[in-house]
């Protein structure tokens, strides 16, 4: 119970703040990116990977009193172990790029690299490109990678506190005993050279190359065995001292630990195999698919682009009248026009004779409607830019309107040039001709 929240120490959860307003956040599993500039919020898509970690402690004491009043036994144990587990998660070749397309665009937009048409035009691409990836998977088997399994378990604990005190006193004790040998064999050579200070002369005789004889022959390899047992009682000692002092520093007083790790086991589930044949037979659908998505048109991508950047629509309005036809703002407006149409009449060839029926019986009574909203809004304009007295149209009037509406409003070149027309008209036939072909909400500008 008291190790079940254990797992937190285990788990990510970072809350960073940043500038202006700006914040990051990683959380499991096991770590992933919450990215927020003020109401824009980008997550990094799901790790390909997840966790499983458990964890125990178990502890017991034991206090007991034998019939000697000034004997107490105690005895206690803690144990506890811990594992963690973790495996891949299989996901095919269109989840991961589509995930981390919708994320790098997001990112884009939240690093400001991108305008606010930008979003939508790659949402249309995406969508775009998910139906024919989506299609190559479902006709030659989605290649998905092996999945991985990881696991490793590791346990630690104490010894009984009797135990530890004997393995404790047992080291002790071979610690004063390879120190009492030391000094015995210390002593043996000690008297050696009391009794006939040779050693070391003959130790130099030796190396030098003569050859012993007699006495020295025999002092040589007395003083040479006493060399022998102070080199091994010296290492003895030391070795049994340092077992004593560690096993002593480890017990804390009296606890000797004990650790222990699992190996870690790695499993490979293998993917399933492609059927090579089946993968041949469809060849040719899969490059149809990705000849038709790579041929797609992104001209009306681009011109949507184009003539709704704000730059554009500054630089149209400034420029007015000057705006060639044939200007690349001019030829985008034409084409985005023609592609309405376009569609239009594809939509209205479509159409079954009654529904076309019904909806040109729709289309006149709209149409009707506009001529009568037409016809109001351009008595409107009329009076606005007229002579008072003579009833004339006075081009002064007309062109301070358009300034201040072209000044006020982003248009688009065919608009500017309609306007421009509107300018130059002298009488009441071709002022209404120019008039109708302007859009609704311009029309309504000019009759105010």
Same mark, same amino acid.
């Given at each position: 119970?008291l190790?079940a ?5 285990n788990s990510i959860y970072?809350?960073?703040p940043?500038v202006?307003? $700006?914040?990051l956040t ?5 770590q992933?990116?919450i ?6 919020t980008?997550t990094e898509?799901?790790?390909d ?5 458990a964890q125990?402690l178990?502890?017991?004491? $034991?206090?007991?009193k034998?019939?000697?009043?000034t004997?107490l036994?105690?005895e206690g144990?803690?144990a506890?172990?811990?594992s963690?587990q ?9 989840f ?5 397309q ?6 884009s937009s939240l690093?400001?690299?991108?305008g %606010?048409?930008d979003?939508?035009? &790659? %949402?249309a691409r995406?969508q775009r490109m998910?139906v024919?990836i989506?299609a190559i998977e479902?006709? /030659?088997g989605a ?11 590791g346990s630690s604990g ?9 393995a404790?006193d047992k080291?002790f004790t071979?610690?004063? +005993?390879a120190?009492? #040998?030391?000094?015995e ?8 050279? &009391?009794?006939?200070p040779?050693c070391t002369?003959?130790?130099?005789s030796?190396?030098?190359g003569t ?5 020295d #022959?025999?002092?040589?390899a007395?003083c040479? *065995?006493?060399d022998?047992l102070?080199?091994?009682t010296?290492a003895?000692?030391?070795?049994a001292?340092?077992h004593?002092e560690?096993l ?9 630990n004990?650790a222990?790790t699992?190996?870690?086991?790695a $499993? =490979?589930?293998a993917?399933i195999? %492609?059927?090579?044949e +089946?993968?041949?037979q469809?060849t040719?659908? =899969?490059?149809?698919?990705v000849a038709?998505n790579?041929q #797609?048109?992104?001209?009306k991508?681009f011109?949507i682009?184009l003539?709704?950047?704000?730059d ?5 309005? /400034?420029q007015q009248a ?6 690349l703002t001019?030829?985008c407006?034409?084409f985005?026009m023609?592609s ?10 479509a159409m079954?004779p &009654?529904a076309?029926?019904?909806?040109e019986? #729709?289309?006149n ?8 909203a ?13 002579d008072d ?9 007309? *062109?301070? $309107?358009? &300034? %201040?509406?072209i000044? +006020?409003n982003?248009l688009?070149p ?5 306007l421009?027309?509107l300018?130059?008209a002298?009488?009441d036939?071709?002022a209404?001709?120019v008039f109708q ?6 029309q309504?500008l000019?009759?105010?």
């Amino acid at each position: 119970m008291l190790t079940a929240c254990g797992a937190n120490h285990n788990s990510i959860y970072r809350y960073q703040p940043l500038v202006n307003g $700006k914040s990051l956040t990683l959380i499991d599993a096991k770590q992933r990116a919450i990215i927020q500039s003020g109401t824009k919020t980008c997550t990094e898509p799901p790790p390909d990977v997840f966790s499983v970690y458990a964890q125990s402690l178990a502890a017991s004491g $034991k206090v007991s009193k034998s019939t000697d009043p000034t004997s107490l036994g105690v005895e206690g144990s803690l144990a506890y172990s811990s594992s963690e587990q973790g495996a891949t998660i299989s996901r095919t070749q269109a989840f991961n790029l589509l995930a981390l397309q919708t994320y790098y665009n997001c990112l884009s937009s939240l690093n400001g690299d991108a305008g %606010r048409l930008d979003a939508p035009i &790659d %949402r249309a691409r995406l969508q775009r490109m998910m139906v024919s990836i989506l299609a190559i998977e479902q006709l /030659t088997g989605a290649l998905r990678p092996p999945v991985v399994v990881i696991g490793a378990s590791g346990s630690s604990g104490s010894a009984a506190a009797g135990e530890a005190v004997v393995a404790i006193d047992k080291a002790f004790t071979s610690a004063q +005993t390879a120190k009492s #040998q030391l000094n015995e064999a210390t002593a043996k050579r000690g008297k050696l050279d &009391d009794a006939d200070p040779k050693c070391t002369s003959l130790a130099a005789s030796v190396a030098a190359g003569t050859v012993l004889t007699g006495d020295d #022959q025999k002092k040589r390899a007395d003083c040479a *065995a006493a060399d022998a047992l102070v080199a091994s009682t010296t290492a003895n000692s030391s070795d049994a001292t340092a077992h004593y002092e560690a096993l002593k520093s480890a017990s804390g007083g009296g606890n000797s630990n004990t650790a222990q790790t699992g190996v870690i086991d790695a $499993k =490979v589930i293998a993917a399933i195999v %492609r059927d090579e044949e +089946t993968v041949r037979q469809v060849t040719g659908a =899969v490059q149809k698919i990705v000849a038709d998505n790579m041929q #797609q048109d992104e001209t009306k991508f681009f011109c949507i682009r184009l003539l709704g950047d704000p730059d554009t629509q500054r630089t149209v309005a /400034t420029q007015q009248a000057r705006v060639s036809s044939d200007s690349l703002t001019a030829q985008c407006s034409s084409f985005l026009m023609a592609s309405v149409a376009y569609e239009q009449d594809k939509v209205f060839g479509a159409m079954s004779p &009654d529904a076309r029926q019904e909806f040109e019986l #729709q289309k006149n009574r709209t149409l009707g409607a506009l001529r009568s909203a037409q016809d109001s809004a351009f008595a409107g304009y009329r009076v606005m830019v007229q002579d008072d007295t003579t009833r004339a149209i006075v081009q002064a009037k007309v *062109a301070a $309107k358009i &300034d %201040r509406i072209i000044a +006020t409003n982003s248009l688009i070149p065919p608009i500017l040039a309609q306007l421009e027309l509107l300018r130059g008209a002298t009488n009441d036939s071709s002022a209404r001709a120019v008039f109708q072909e302007l859009p609704g909400y311009i029309q309504q500008l000019l009759a105010r």
